[in-house]
């Protein structure tokens, strides 16, 4: 007899890619936590209405996804922070060079590199969570990915000559 798939299954399967996707997207790293928190606490309570056809992983995003704009709706002060500053604040709390890279592109092309670059979505089930039109997915993330190789190249070049 195979146990029940539990919602604690549900949340050690996907806490990874919640917790990357709010770090990546949110720009804000003392409430990356609060986030995460709060996605899994509206799961829950939605829990008993994911349909098994549908993509849990996917569904969770768009969770937290709706938690990031519903967060910045209370404290407006957070979501008129300069990209500069988001990359300041994570560069002070010591994240992963990438994730410090990307905030130097647009909220859009970030979310979208993360869904489609980082957690493997398909440019369908990233329009999903977005609600866009494939077409401005695949549009954002091509711009996303230039922009990052143009952030990296310049990273790279400061890392040899150790200047700008």
């Not at 606490?41 to 768009?62: G, K, M």
């Not at 092309?109 to 609600?131: K, N």
Request: hydrophobic residues 40%; contains cysteine; glycine residues 4%.
């Amino acid at each position: 007899m195979t146990q029940p798939y539990t919602f604690d299954d549900f949340l050690k399967e996907h806490v990874g890619s919640v917790t990357l996707y709010t770090k990546a997207t949110c720009g804000i790293s003392h409430l990356v936590d609060d986030i995460v928190q709060e996605t899994f606490i509206r799961a829950w309570r939605y829990y008993p209405t994911l349909r098994a056809e549908s993509s849990s992983r996917s569904w969770i995003i768009s969770i937290c996804r709706n938690t990031i704009i519903d967060m910045a709706k209370k404290w407006p002060h957070h979501a008129d922070i300069e990209q500069s500053e988001q990359a300041d604040s994570f560069d002070a709390f010591r994240q992963n060079d990438l994730i410090s890279l990307m905030q130097a592109i647009s909220h859009e092309q970030r979310e979208v590199l993360v869904l489609c670059g980082l957690l493997g979505y398909d440019y369908e089930t990233a329009a999903e969570v977005t609600r866009v039109p494939v077409g401005t997915v695949r549009s954002r993330l091509a711009r996303a990915r230039e922009a990052m190789s143009v952030l990296l190249a310049e990273s790279a070049r400061v890392d040899e000559t150790g200047t700008n």
